[in-house]
């Protein structure tokens, strides 16, 4: 039997990040994974390959609708979805080779096979009809999710799809429902809008990306509806039904009025739900919460000690990030190191063109505090980079207390928000003020200077360019 100070299961961005962690740390480390490859479903079936196909059809919506404006003749353009997908899967497979020569160079034995408890050191790997057994000091459960769905919306995996049907599909569909107008759910919307899909989504709140700011919500929906979008809001599904040749949605509207919606295909995007199957929790004594996750305190320890848990089968946001800085938080734990996880501070980001980014508190979360706090925002649209590049969609909106001026969240629609949150986020982990930033030298012309002038509207009113 192999010995380990540390065995993962699971490869996704915690688990792997996790097993490179420990090894550098010194820890003999094991990471098991079920599938024939690394990197699980953000690498896989999710974060990676999404990205792709958004780029792929930005580019393709980009030569149909904006190149003539920059004195670029490019005659007729169709997209090769089939093409699309294959550059997609040979960018999925060259980062998951990529994780696989990380373990290797760092000496991370990998193991395949499905890996569960056969006690609180011990855990099982079957592959087949093979089965073998390894003995850990410490063991990291990073299972990550799976998509989620309520009753009347199961997913088929052939009209009535999921995120994974979704990243790779035949055809470009004529018209697709997808239910959730949240960042899965508008991301994939994005793709096949700009390849000439007719979108129509169904959401029970009130809002787009409800979870965010409202600012951007609203903000949003004027964008997406420039591509097509159509939104149902305040729907609740009741049924999702696969016809042969398409699909046939049942909801009740914000009257209780049943409506009906027929489309090619039907996306549920209902959010994810931690994965814990087949782990044999119970041989530890490990029950799940009623959501479904693993329960851990805030060294992300589970009640058996030596067991610890991270990323998407525990509570939180179910970002790889997160994950990511879970994964190399309990390695250091483990090496007698006192590392830190800033939880109010992770961003979050929608990648949409322009793309949504957030981080901090929302003004509904202020509000409802009861937070004394001043708002300042500023449009893409006045920025000279924004007009040279024809981004000129979207803002930047800070929130800071009106007392001390300290900077409580920050949200943004822009071109590279993915990137500009990143300015936030510093500033914010050092407690900085609107003024601090407002007094930063920003480079002109670039998109960050919307952040300057957001702060500058926060701290005294007086932005210089509107």
């Known amino acids: 039997m192999s010995n380990f100070d540390v065995a993962i299961i699971g490869s996704g961005p915690g688990g792997y990040v996790a097993a490179l962690r420990c090894a550098q740390l010194g820890f003999k480390t094991a990471l098991i994974e079920k599938y024939d490859t690394l990197g699980g479903t953000c690498l896989n079936v999710g974060c990676i390959p999404s990205k792709a196909l958004l780029d792929s059809s930005e580019h393709f919506f980009n030569a149909k609708h904006n190149f003539e404006a920059h004195g670029i003749s490019v005659g007729t353009v169709s997209a090769d979805i089939n093409k699309m997908i294959d550059r997609k899967a040979e960018v999925v497979s060259q980062t998951c080779n990529g994780i696989k020569f990380l373990m290797d160079k760092n000496k991370v034995t990998v193991y395949h096979g499905w890996g569960s408890f056969k006690s609180k050191n011990q855990i099982s790997i079957k592959s087949g009809n093979n089965e073998e057994v390894i003995e850990a000091k410490n063991i990291i459960i990073a299972t990550g999710s799976k998509p989620n769905f309520f009753p009347g919306m199961e997913p088929d995996k052939d009209r009535i799809i999921t ?22 759910g508008l991301e994939l919307g994005s793709v096949y809008a700009r390849l000439g899909s007719e979108i129509e989504v169904i959401e029970f709140a009130d809002t787009i990306i409800p979870t965010m700011d409202r600012t951007l919500g609203k903000e949003l929906t004027k964008v997406l509806k420039k591509e097509g979008f159509k939104f149902n809001l305040e729907h609740k599904v009741q049924s999702v039904t696969n016809t042969g040749k398409g699909v046939k949605l049942v909801a009740l509207n914000k009257k209780n009025e049943e409506v009906t919606f027929e489309a090619d295909y039907c996306l549920v995007a209902v959010g994810r739900k931690a ?31 030596n067991i610890y848990a991270i990323g998407d089968v525990i509570q939180g946001a179910m970002l790889a990030h997160k994950a990511e800085e879970e994964g190399v938080y309990v390695a250091e734990l483990l090496a007698g190191q006192k590392p830190h996880i800033n939880y109010d501070l992770i961003p979050g980001v929608v990648y949409t063109w ?31 980079r924004a007009r040279a590049s024809m981004d000129i969609q979207g803002l930047v909106k800070i929130l800071a207390d009106k007392e001390t001026d300290e900077v409580l969240g920050v949200h943004m629609i822009a071109p590279r928000a993915a990137d500009l949150i990143m300015e936030a986020v510093v500033a914010m982990e050092y407690r900085a003020s609107a003024e601090d930033i407002s007094r930063i030298c920003h480079p002109h012309p670039t998109y960050s200077e919307a952040v300057k002038e957001a702060a500058l509207d926060a701290f005294e009113g007086r932005p210089l360019h509107i």
């Open 163 to 184: 995120s994974t049907e979704a990243l790779k599909l035949k055809e470009i569909p004529k018209r697709l429902l997808v239910i959730g107008g949240g960042v899965i």
């Open 275 to 305: 994965y814990t199957d087949g782990l044999n929790l119970e041989a530890v004594g490990l029950t799940t919460n009623n959501r479904g996750q693993v329960e851990v305190n805030k060294n992300l320890q589970t009640a058996v000690p």
């Open 354 to 384: 322009p793309e949504v980014a957030a981080v901090g508190k929302t003004e509904e979360e202020l509000k409802a505090k009861g937070v004394n706090y001043k708002v300042g925002s500023f449009p893409i649209k006045a920025l000279g």
